[in-house]
Structure formats: C-alpha cells, structure tokens
C-alpha cells in the first residue's frame, strides 16, 4: 500500500501545476490579441479618414466651382442689360451709356470696362466721324486695329465697319475710340457672335489699348434692330451693333475666394481653347499659415490628389483644377485612429492584468481547499459580501425607481402606461387586436400631466380604466391610434391625431407608443403625448402673415411697374396728341384731314385714360380732393348704374344716410362704383341675379383690414364703406390670387384694368379694398374710405375761360425727352414765342443765365436724369426770384413741390393739347 500511495502522489501534483501552466498563458493571449485589434481598427479607421478629408476636398471644389459659373454668368448678364437698353432706345446718349456702365462695373468685380460699336456703313463712315466730333468726342475718328492685332484686311476702312464709340476706359486708352472692330485678329468671333446671336468670348488680348490692365477677356454680344431674329441672314441684316465687355477671370476668382474664408484648396485656372492650352490663366495658392507657392504645371497638379472641373462659358471651354493644400488636409486630421488603438491596447492590457489576477486567485483558493478553515472562512467572506452587494443592488433599483418616478412627474409630456389584463397574441388579426387592447387594456399608471390634458384634477382618478375611460369623445381616435401602433409592428413614433373639445374647438396631438412583447405575446404598452393645438395655431398665423406680407410687396412692386410704363406712355402721347393738335390747327376747317387729326386725339385721349387707369393702380392717379358723401355719389349714379348692368340683374341699393364726408375725387369713386356693378353683372351673366349696394360706418380694429391686399400704414378712427355683394358664379382660388395684377382678366376680352386700377385709387385714398369670394357662391367687395369729421359741403366747379392771347419773348423748354421738346417748341412758336430747348437741368441753367432778360416762361419736365425738376426748379430760383415755371410731368403734381421751390409754379399734365399748353403757359404769365 505504502508503495502504491508513493506512485500516486506525484500524478495527482502534476496535473494542477500542468494546468495552471496553461492558464498562465491567456493574458499574454489577450494582450497579442488586442495588439492585432488595435492594428486592424488603426488602418480601417485610417483609410475611412482618408476617405472623408478627399469628399470634403472634393465638395469644396464643387461649390467654388458652381460660385464662379454664377459669377461668370452675371458678366455675360451684363452685355444683355446693355443691349436691353439699346432695344428699348433707337438712340442711347454717352452719358446714359455710361451711367448704366457704371453701375453695373461696380456690381460686377473683375468687369474692367464696357464698350459699344455701331454698324456704320460706308458710305456714312465720314458723316458719323462728324456727328461724333460735335456731340463731345473732337478726336473720335475711325482707325484701323493697331494693339489688337490686323487680320490682314486694308487699313483704308472702305468697307462697312464697327467703330468702337463708347467706352468706359476712354480716358485711359483713348486709341479704343474709333477702332474697327473689322480689322481685329477677333473680327471672326464677332462674325460667329452676329451669326448665331449669341455672346462669345475671344479669349486672351494683350492690353486692350491700356497697359494698365494686362491680360483681360474680351466678350461681344451682338446687338439686333429687333429682338434675336430666327433665321442667320435676318440676323445678319438686322444687326445694329456689338456691345463689349472687358472682364478678366483672375479677378473674378480672387474676389469668389476672398468671400469664402479658409478656402484650403489651390486652383488653377486654364482655357483649353487658348493658342497654349497648358497655360494656366491663373493660379490661386490656399496656405492657411500665409505661405505661397510657385505656380505648378497641370502635369503636377494631375499628378496628385486633384479633381477636375470644366465650365463652358461663351464658347469657351475653361477648366478648373483643384488641390488640396498640405495644411488644410492636416488641419481635418482628427487622429481618431490613434486613439482608438491606443484604447484597445489599453483594454487588452487592463484585461490581461484582471486575468493574472484572477488566476492568481484562483490558484490561492486551490492552495487552500485542503484546510476546511480556511474554506469555510472563505465562504463566510463571500456571504457576506454577496449581502453587501445585495443591499447595493436593492438600493440602486430604489434610486433608479425615484428618478424615474421625477422625470415621469415633471415632464412636459403626457405619459401612461397600458397594461393588458391577457396578454394578446402579435398572429392574431389586425381587428382582433385592436378590439382586444381597446377592451382590456387598463392605465396601470401615468403622470398629472396626462389627468389634465383629459380633464381631470389628478392621476390617481384615471389609473386603473380602461382606455376609453379617457374621454369617450376621443374612442374613434385611440382606436385609429392603436391600429397605426399594431401596423407599424408594435413601435408608432410621431403620429398625429386630433379629436373636438367641449368647446367644439379642434385639439391636436402627437403621440409615440412603444409596446412590450414576450414570447410572441404583447404585454403591455408605453404612450408619450403632447397637444399641439396651441403650436399650430401659431404656425397658422405666421404662414397667415408671412403670405399677406408677400402679397403686399408684389402689389408694390407690380405697381411701381405699372406707373413707370404709364409715364413713359405719357411721354410718347404728349408728342402724337400735340402733333395731331398742330396739325388740325394749321389746316383749313373743311379739309378732310380734320377728321384724321381728330381720330388721332381722340385716340390719344384714350390712350391717355389707359394711362391714368394704370397710375391710379401704382397710387399716382392725378385727382381733385374734395368732401363728397358717399351715399349721395351713388345716388346720383343710381341711373347710369341701372343701364350698365344686365336686364337680368336686380339693382338694389341699401344706403345709409347722415354718412360722415369722405375726402375724395368724385370721378375716380364714379370709376371704382362703375366698375364693381359691372363686374358683379358680368359674374351673374344671363341667368337671373340680384346685385346689392350697402354703404354705412365701421370703427376699424386690427383684423378689420387683415383680408385685404393692401391695408393702410395708419388706421383712422372711423371708415365709411361700400359693399358690393352679388350672387353670380365667384371666383376661383387661382383668379383670387391674381385679380389685382394689372391686364390680368378672365374675360374673352378686356384689359384687366378695372381692379388694379381701384386699388391704386383705394391707395391713393389711404383706403382698402377686400374680396370674399367662392366659386359658384357670388362674391362681396367691400370699399373703405377714411371719413372726414366735418360735414360734406357741394363743390363749386367754375369753367376757365378762353379769350384771345398772343405771347411775346422767349419760352425756355427742359425736357430730356426729344419729341415732348419738338411739340412744345412748335406749340410755343405757334402762340408767337421765340423758343431755346435743353435736354437737362444743367443745360437749361446755362441758356437761362446768357438769355436771362429776354425768357419770360420755362417749361421744365419733373422728372430728368441728373439734375431732377425739383432740383432744376430751386436753381432756377436763386438765379432769379421772378422766374415764371410751368412743370409738366405724367405723373400727379406732388403735394411737396410749391414746398420744396418756394413760389407755386403752373403744373401742366402729360399729355397735352395746344389750348391746354397755351392755359397754362399764360397763367404762368399772368400770376408769376
């Protein structure tokens, strides 16, 4: 036995130290491995790295690109605003030329001038050279190209050619005035620009007659009689001129980056369609320390990280060549890579020392398992701490239930818990489902929150009821909320639902619901809800306000159009209803053409009303203020409302008397009444309908005017208003949103005038007009006017009258526009003026102060570039206090002038005849 036992012992001992052998390993094991990891996530996480520094290289290099084909875009923008000029002007004067320049070189960086040639043939060359020298250029003559480069044409000019004649570096290279376009090496891009009527570019030219500008672009748009004819001969034989732009992309460039702070890129800017290809136009070099570097080659540039964008512009192919630079792409380096490898080692190392030690534990309590003290004391300690851990445990789970129970309590959200007294199975149907949670699904908690958003005082009075305990009013919602969370597999986020209140008001809300499933079974669920009532209602109103706000400004905008082109119509009929008023003057009475010349005023009077309509809609109508009830205007009108409106259509009125006065033009209110009414007939057509007219008295508040499209800055105390109601077909939502744009109509025929130019009326009243209206339910438009508080007493009209004239001295005309100058000079010389005419204040200063003794009347236009009539007028003044003036204009005298030029002058309207000339010349006269 002893022998045996001797044989068995060291097995028994080699096993255990074989073993820990073993273990002993693992940490080293864990320690390798975590080297491998580490190594592994540094270079994936490297190249991801990589990857995103060359998208964000390579999206930088996209949005410079698209900036500068933008950039380059508005230079070729600036050749159409010019020739836009040329198609709305047989003639453009140097100073209107350069005044347009100017403010489009300053808007456009890298624009270095604008120029403008003329298609001059030759037998007129010689005529036009003379022309030039007398309007302001004594040296201009037409030369062939000397710095530009010949084309190997005759420099004798004796064929037709293009003269330069305008330019805004004229004083720094005056060699460009009179250059042939024709006898340029660029004569064949102008030649392809007048075929296809399109812009070009003729790349690179040396200096452009100024060694100040160095390398520049030239650009040529051509310039037709009409717009771009459709056919190559036409638009060769319409072609009017060449308008050229100077621009150089370097500068262009450079001011794009300058814009864009820490670009971090270097570009190279090459045209491929230039003599040398690889020649770069420019090199932008991005250090974010400051450095520079020299300028690389497209092959250097290519031959690292790049990306490559071409941009045609003007029939030429420009290329953009992109690099990041060294410190911008060290700049993004995040060293994240780093960072997580040294985290892994770090975890292997940690977790090799826990295992050491854990082994080492381990191997202490095998050494101790022969003595039983030892174990049992062992066991004691881990007892003990397994209570400690316990009681931690218990602890936590209370801390964790307290702050749940807080954040519960104090959130802005309504939360409850559904418990199912069954758990219901997910493989039933969809109804099954939605009926069973609805029947036994319980509020198994839920914060105040949610009491008070059903009406109730406090939590503990909806736990333990069913679902529809809630609000019976809200059971069709909760079960579309229920069949949207079973749809949406048991997890619905931001749905939105809304059910009536009490009140009858609509309440909105959203809610997210996440369900609990075990073993195939739903459990329970978790509902989060808001009321977003309050927050829609506010979002309503400001999409509300951000609409009418819109509106408005359109209605602003449309309507400084309306009175522009108004003005200048005015300007065209003074010299057609002059002319024709000569005309008929200087005929016998019983010549035929009487009754031309009378067709041609009458046609002009027309006209004239088109205008008036169209400046009342932009609020500078002309008007006669006077005091007038407005229950009596329409009385008045009562029969010829009742002839303008349809047999079909009833009239009746419901007017209110003892109105308080309005302050008014008694025609435009006529015009506005007139019409409504026919409006209101034309929309009740041929069947049978009723139009009712209702005026009385309203306090304005602030939602009063909230439906109109132009409300007044300033309300006043008290309105007087008209309603137009009828009950014809409506108006659609689309002819709502446009009925006040002027020419637009629903009718087959029309102008479109008859709304917009009510509301430029209404505005000029300090009114509002508003329109209620549906499709097929009539329409309401109601007219308000601020009352007056005094009583309305009747004007007084008186008749002038005629009685024969004659004049004596001599007329001074102002007026920047010729024909209104050629009608009022013949209509001056037909009354016995002697007449002297100036295109501008400043020319009409200088012949007032030679020929100041023998003027006894000065006609001045109110408005003219440069000096302003307002302007001109004041000047007038301080030369001489007895001045006699006679201000003409189209548009309505400004209350402000006798204000702003001391002594009132006669104000003569646009357009006029030759008695109304001679009234107004002679009251000048006759009270100066």
Request: glycine share 6%.
């Amino acid at each position: 036995m002893h022998s045996v036992h001797d044989q068995l012992t060291p097995h028994r001992m080699t096993a255990p130290l074989n073993g820990k052998k073993r273990r002993l390993y693992i940490p080293w094991l864990v320690i390798l491995l975590g080297f491998l990891t580490a190594a592994v996530s540094f270079q994936l996480l490297r190249e991801s790295e990589k990857k995103r520094v060359h998208q964000e290289f390579v999206r930088r290099a996209q949005t410079i690109a698209n900036l500068m084909k933008s950039d380059l875009h508005n230079q070729q923008d600036t050749l159409f605003t010019i020739r836009a000029i040329y198609h709305s002007s047989e003639r453009v004067t140097l100073s209107e030329f350069l005044h347009a320049s100017a403010e489009l070189i300053e808007r456009q960086p890298g624009l270095i001038s604008l120029k403008w040639a003329p298609r001059i043939p030759a037998d007129q060359r010689k005529k036009y050279e003379a022309s030039a020298q007398a309007d302001g250029l004594p040296q201009f003559e037409i030369h062939a190209a000397s710095f530009l480069g010949s084309n190997g044409k005759s420099t004798e000019l004796a064929q037709e050619c293009f003269p330069i004649i305008y330019d805004t570096l004229a004083d720094e290279s005056p060699k460009t005035l009179g250059l042939d376009l024709t006898t340029s090496s660029a004569w064949a891009d102008f030649q392809a620009a007048a075929r296809l009527g399109t812009i070009r570019a003729s790349g690179r030219v040396p200096h452009l007659g100024s060694e100040t500008l160095g390398d520049a672009y030239l650009m040529e748009l051509p310039v037709f009689r009409t717009d771009v004819p459709p056919t190559e001969a036409e638009r060769l034989a319409q072609l009017r001129g060449f308008v050229l732009g100077v621009f150089k992309p370097s500068v262009v460039l450079e001011n794009l980056l300058a814009q864009i702070p820490r670009t971090g890129l270097d570009i190279l800017l090459v045209d491929r369609l230039s003599e040398n290809e690889n020649q770069p136009l420019h090199f932008h070099a991005s250090r974010l320390n400051g450095d520079s570097t020299a300028v690389p080659s497209i092959e250097t540039i290519a031959a690292g990280e790049h990306h490559r964008i071409e941009i045609p512009f003007a029939g030429r192919e420009m290329e953009f060549w992109f690099r990041p630079a060294p410190d911008w792409t060290a700049s993004l380096q995040t060293y994240n890579e780093l960072m997580l490898a040294g985290f892994v080692l770090l975890v292997s190392v940690l977790l090799a020392i826990y295992l050491r030690r854990v082994f080492q534990q381990a191997f202490a309590v095998e050494s101790l398992v022969a003595q039983r003290t030892a174990e049992l004391t062992a066991i004691q300690r881990e007892l003990r701490e397994d209570i400690q851990r316990r009681s931690r445990i218990e602890q936590a789970l209370k801390d964790s239930e307290q702050r749940y129970r807080t954040l519960v309590s104090q959130s802005s959200d309504a939360i409850w818990r559904l418990e199912l007294s069954q758990p219901i199975a997910i493989s039933l149907p969809l109804d099954e489902q939605v009926e069973k949670i609805m029947v036994t699904g319980r509020i198994a908690e839920c914060n105040e929150l949610t009491a008070q958003m059903y009406g109730y005082q406090q939590a503990k009075e909806i736990v333990g009821q069913h679902l529809s305990f809630l609000n019976p009013r809200s059971r069709s919602r909760h079960e579309s909320l229920v069949r949207a969370f079973v749809q949406s597999n048991y997890s619905l986020s931001e749905h939105e639902s809304s059910d009536t209140a009490p009140g009858g008001e609509t309440r909105i809300f959203i809610q997210n619901l996440i369900g609990v499933v075990e073993n195939e079974k739903l459990v329970r669920i978790w509902v989060t809800e808001r009321e977003l009532t309050h927050q829609r209602l506010v979002e309503q109103e400001k999409q509300a306000f951000e609409r009418r706000l819109s509106e408005t400004q359109r209605m602003e905008s449309l309507g400084v159009l309306a009175g522009g082109i108004a003005h200048d119509f005015n300007n065209l009929l003074t010299g057609i209803m002059g002319h024709a008023s000569l005309g008929r003057a200087e005929i016998p009475p019983d010549s035929p053409l009487v009754n031309n010349f009378e067709e041609i005023e009458n046609a002009s009077r027309s006209a004239a009303n088109l205008c008036q309509q169209m400046l009342a809609y932009a609020g500078k109508g002309r008007f006669l203020i006077k005091p007038y009830d407005l229950s009596q205007i329409i009385t008045q009108n009562a029969h010829l409302l009742h002839i303008s409106v349809s047999k079909q259509a009833e009239l009746r009125f419901n007017l209110a008397n003892d109105l308080p006065p309005i302050m008014a033009d008694v025609t435009q209110i006529q015009q506005i009444v007139m019409n409504l009414v026919i409006n209101a007939s034309e929309a009740i057509g041929a069947r049978p309908g009723l139009i009712t007219l209702t005026t009385g008295l309203i306090h304005p508040d602030v939602t009063t005017f909230s439906g109109c499209p132009y409300a007044p800055e300033k309300l006043a105390a008290t309105y007087v208003f008209l309603e137009v109601r009828d009950n014809g077909c409506g108006i659609s939502d689309e002819a709502r949103s446009r009925i006040f744009e002027p020419f637009y109509t629903t009718k087959f025929s029309g102008r479109g005038l008859g709304l917009p130019a009510a509301l430029g009326i209404v505005r000029s009243h300090a009114g509002a007009l508003r329109v209620e209206s549906r499709q097929g339910e009539g329409s309401t438009i109601t007219l308000f006017l601020p009352a007056k508080e005094t009583p309305a007493k009747e004007a007084s009209t008186s008749s002038p009258t005629n009685s024969p004239w004659s004049a004596e001295g001599t007329l001074l005309i102002i007026d920047d526009e010729a024909p209104v100058r050629g009608v009022a000079e013949r209509m001056a010389q037909s009354l016995g003026f002697s007449v002297l005419s100036a295109p501008d204040g400043q020319h009409g200063l200088d012949l007032y102060k030679l020929y100041r003794q023998s003027i006894s009347v000065v006609l001045v236009d109110l408005s003219m570039p440069g000096l302003t009539g307002e302007e001109t007028m004041e000047k007038l003044r301080a030369l001489s206090s007895e001045v006699r003036i006679v201000v003409m204009s189209g548009y309505n005298e400004p209350v402000h002038l006798a204000v702003s030029v001391g002594r009132p002058p006669v104000f003569l309207s646009k357009p006029f005849t030759t008695s109304q000339f001679q009234a107004a010349v002679r009251q000048a006269i006759k009270h100066g």
